[in-house]
């Protein structure tokens, strides 16, 4: 699944579409965030799908296996799976270490592209 969504976001007006569609809140949220990078949303959406495919743990993989299991949407869930850890405001360890979460300024460094 975790192809899939990458597929799917890895495009940034894919992956802004995405974030929209999943609510205003949200997309509110995550286009804050990417503004304070200097980043368009969908840059920072599909920066952050990548990061996850490189760095995350086999313990942050199986957390979104867990995260989209019996949804409806499960590209959807686990796009928001990925943003919301991406959101938060994590100690320097990243991806990798904790399992999930990570560092915002160094996820971003070499991820996006202009669209």
Known sequence: MLKEIIRSCGNASVAEAAVRSIGVGFAQSVESAARSRGLRLGQY???AVRSF???A???AREALLKAIR???QPILAG???ILDRSLEDEPEDGWKARGVGGRKRAMFANC???A
């Open 70 to 72: 019996r949804t409806d």
């Open 112 to 114: 996006c592209y202009m």
């Open 53 to 55: 495919d490189r760095e």
């Open 57 to 59: 743990s086999p313990e």
């Open 45 to 47: 959406v599909s920066g």
């Open 79 to 81: 796009l928001r799976f």
